[in-house]
């Protein structure tokens, strides 16, 4: 039996508003990029950029773990949303870091 990890997320219902959190957190970056607001972008950007890596293992976890009930969509697009996200924030940093 193997063991389970209690801090990712489980089941469709939990991965799926995982995903739209995610979703609106990138939408929120893309909007406050667009009104000039650099700090709530950059804050925002390194928010979601770890939450959609967190929901990325937790569908990549339950995908390992029950191959039907997580769509290949959602693995893949939730992967598509934290590459994004995390190019956002690797950029961030690199700004603010001056290199």
């Known amino acids: 039996m193997k063991r389970q990890n209690p801090l990712l997320l489980r089941g469709v ?12 957190g990138f ?15 950059d ?5 979601f950029a770890l939450a959609s890596l967190y929901v990325f293992a937790s569908v990549a976890a339950e ?4 191959r039907e009930a997580v769509s290949c969509n959602l693995l893949w697009g939730q ?5 994004l ?4 924030a690797a950029v961030t940093l690199r700004e603010r870091l001056g290199r």
């Open 27 to 41: 939408l929120l970056y893309l909007g406050t990029a667009a009104l000039g607001w650099r700090d709530a972008a």
């Open 63 to 66: 995908r390992k773990r029950d």
């Open 43 to 47: 804050v925002l950007s390194l928010a």
């Open 85 to 88: 996200t995390c190019l956002c």
């Open 79 to 83: 992967g598509a949303l934290a590459l």
């Open 13 to 24: 219902k939990q991965l799926n508003l995982g995903a739209i959190v995610s979703g609106v």
